[in-house]
């Protein structure tokens, strides 16, 4: 059964780093594209980064050169590393499987001032 299991989350200061993960079970989708979303109280889901099979990545233009983003194929994960976090930031981050359009559950990081 296909699972996408983000760990890593929590309370950070801000101008602290933290780094979140998603591990993804079963091998069928673990060279598709995948990315991080994030939703803030009272906002949409926004796009925050992607990662390609052949390791292109895109990021939103709020976190440029503040996050990044990268995988393991051998380990199935893909991790997003954050630095420089600001308050903004705060949300709940979601992994997302793009080509099937399939969703973790979420994780919740806070950054406070």
């Known amino acids: 059964q296909l699972q996408l299991v983000e760990s890593g989350g929590g309370l950070v200061q801000a101008g602290e780093s933290m780094s979140i993960s998603c591990a993804v079970s079963?091998?069928?989708?673990?060279?598709?594209?995948k990315a991080w979303y994030r939703q803030a109280p009272g906002r949409q889901r926004e796009f925050v980064a992607q990662?390609?099979?052949?390791?292109?990545?895109n990021v939103t233009d709020s976190v440029k050169g503040r996050f990044t983003i990268s995988r393991d194929n051998a380990k199935n994960t893909v991790t997003l590393q954050m630095n420089n976090l600001k308050p903004e930031d705060t949300g709940v981050y979601y992994c997302?499987?793009?080509?099937?359009?399939?969703w973790g559950k979420g994780i919740q990081v806070t950054v406070s001032s």
């Open positions: 997302r499987i793009l080509a099937i359009d399939y």
């Open positions: 990662i390609t099979s052949t390791g292109s990545t």
């Open positions: 079963g091998t069928i989708f673990s060279r598709n594209t």
